[in-house]
């Protein structure tokens, strides 16, 4: 029996009367890419928001390693290594590549607040700190302010924070959102590097990124499972064409 990490059952989430989760089934196997993809309005942000906690669900459940995490705060996710990234790259632009990283360390080690703490104590992770970025490439970058990094490197920085957090499972928000052609195949290469070991869900728009990186993709439309299965199958379905790539079948082949 494969091994779940993650799994939903019936989730829904209601806003005003208008139902924009309906029964989502999830289960996600631990150690792959699971990857969540559909056109806009398709409702993938809204069960990230269902997973983080960022949104309660109206119906439904949500287990994580067999515990029911649906009550769960944001901070309790997070504790027990769920960590999410967003669209927007979320790093704090002045402060340095090394020291976005140490913030992360102090959250996971419950020193975040410890603002008295000398000098040479917050040094003291700076060996771990330029470790986890050496893992995204950014070694050479650790002294550079973030706001002066490129694009694509900012979210190598954001998937190094999230690394420092030492996450079970990890979130990925659009990762490649706005990149040009280069800056995409970095971050995928390297979202495919830190996987190992890991167990990641993904919403990505680029089908190229989900094609080389999912195991397991999951099409949503209007808030319900479309289909699911390898990037091989899932392509070649009817109904996955006409509401996610806005072709049929017998265009597609054309």
């Not at 944001?74 to 967003?86: D, Q």
């Not at 700190?129 to 950014?138: I, P, S, T, Y």
């Not at 928000?173 to 995928?188: H, I, L, N, R, Y």
Request: net charge neutral.
């Amino acid at each position: 029996m494969t091994d779940i990490i993650l799994e939903t059952r019936d989730l829904q989430i209601s806003f005003g009367g208008f139902l924009a989760v309906k029964n989502v089934n999830l289960k996600i196997a631990r150690g792959t890419i699971h990857a969540i993809i559909g056109p806009n309005g398709a409702g993938k942000t809204t069960v990230f928001n269902l997973l983080t906690k960022f949104h309660a669900p109206t119906a439904g459940r949500i287990l994580f390693n067999g515990t029911d995490i649906t009550s769960w705060k944001p901070a309790e996710i997070a504790n027990h290594g769920i960590v999410r990234s967003f669209q927007i790259s979320a790093v704090f632009p002045h402060l340095t590549a090394m020291e976005n990283v140490r913030l992360a360390l102090q959250r996971r080690l419950g020193v975040s607040y410890h603002f008295w703490r000398s000098k040479k104590v917050l040094e003291s992770l700076d060996q771990e700190a330029v470790a986890r970025l050496d893992q995204v490439g950014l070694k050479d970058f650790a002294h550079l302010r973030a706001v002066e990094l490129p694009y694509g490197r900012k979210r190598a920085l954001e998937i190094a924070t999230t690394l420092a957090l030492e996450p079970e499972l990890m979130l990925l928000d659009e990762p490649t959102q706005g990149m040009g052609t280069e800056d995409v195949g970095s971050v995928t290469d390297l979202i495919r590097k830190v996987s190992k070991g890991r167990t990641i869900i993904m919403v990505e728009h680029n089908l190229g990124v989900v094609s080389k990186l999912a195991d397991t993709i999951t099409v949503l439309n209007r808030g319900e499972v479309l289909a699911e299965g390898p990037y091989e199958v899932v392509s070649k379905n009817q109904a996955v064409m006409e509401a996610y790539m806005g072709v049929s079948a017998e265009e597609a082949e054309a």
